[in-house]
């Protein structure tokens, strides 16, 4: 009979020891498991600053390279323009367009060399204006307003659509749509990857990095190639 209790007793502490070893065992897997998740978000935050600079890097490169195309070039050409060359000419876009002062940066990496058109009512007024901008070997980008009177569009009451900030005349306002009525303002970049899953461009409201879907629709704006030939 003692040789059987003693037997169960053995058992007994053998099964203890087992199972002290398992526990333990788990707890270092716990503990591995919250340094890997740790690592992991650690890894997740490299990457997104990562990405973050690198879409800053391009967007600025661009920047750089289409508005020193179109911004000297639409001024001269407009100063010239208005002294009675071609009275037909409106104006320049980035100064027809009123918006709050931190909305600004935005619309000008959004439009890209856009933000520089001369705005013209008809075809016949922009050969005009391609015609200066050759002989004085120079770039301009233009945009027709005849191209956007029978365009249909739907208006979105969304606030953090970018159009939503600006404030146009009612013919202006299919040209507004065309270039930032697809562009969200966001706070953070995993906001701006959600937005382009929805189906929107995004910006940060820095501008620290521009998202966008695609090639932008440039159909009907026009940026002549003067300067190249």
């Known amino acids: 009979m003692e040789n059987i209790i003693l037997d169960i007793s053995q058992v007994v502490r053998t099964r203890r020891d087992t199972i002290?070893?398992?526990?333990?065992?788990?707890?270092i897997s716990n503990q591995r498991k919250r340094e890997l998740q740790k690592d992991l978000r650690n890894a997740e935050k490299i990457y997104e600053r990562a990405k973050t600079v690198y879409i800053k890097i391009k967007i600025k490169k661009k920047l750089q390279t289409n508005f020193s195309k179109?911004?000297?070039?639409s001024?001269?050409?407009?100063q010239i323009a208005s002294k009675g060359l071609?009275?037909?000419?409106?104006?320049?876009?980035?100064?027809?367009?009123?918006?709050?002062k931190e909305i600004k940066p935005l619309l000008k990496i959004v439009a890209g060399e856009k933000w520089n058109s001369i705005i013209v009512e008809n075809w016949a007024t922009a050969?005009?204006?391609?015609?200066l901008a050759k002989?004085?070997?120079?770039?301009?980008?233009?945009?027709?307003l005849n191209d956007f009177k029978n365009m249909n569009y739907e208006v979105k009451t969304t606030k953090k659509l970018l159009s939503n900030h600006v404030t146009v005349n009612n013919e202006l306002k299919p040209i507004i749509h065309e270039l930032f009525g697809s562009t969200i303002i966001v706070e953070t970049i995993s906001e701006a990857?959600?937005?382009?899953?929805d189906g929107y461009d995004s910006i940060?409201?820095?501008t620290e990095y521009y998202l966008r879907r695609g090639l932008f629709k440039t159909c009907l704006l026009y940026t002549s190639d003067a300067a190249d030939e």
Do not use: R, W
């Not at 179109?70 to 070039?73: H, K």
């Not at 001024?75 to 407009?78: L, P």
């Not at 990857?193 to 899953?197: I, N, V």
């Open 193 to 197: 990857f959600a937005a382009l899953d």
């Open 20 to 27: 002290k070893k398992k526990q333990n065992e788990l707890k």
């Open 127 to 131: 050969e005009k204006i391609y015609g």
């Open 135 to 144: 002989k004085l070997n120079t770039v301009v980008s233009i945009i027709v």
């Open 204 to 206: 940060d409201e820095n």
């Open 75 to 78: 001024k001269k050409i407009m």
């Open 70 to 73: 179109t911004e000297d070039g």
């Open 86 to 100: 071609v009275p037909e000419a409106k104006g320049l876009l980035n100064e027809m367009v009123k918006c709050p």
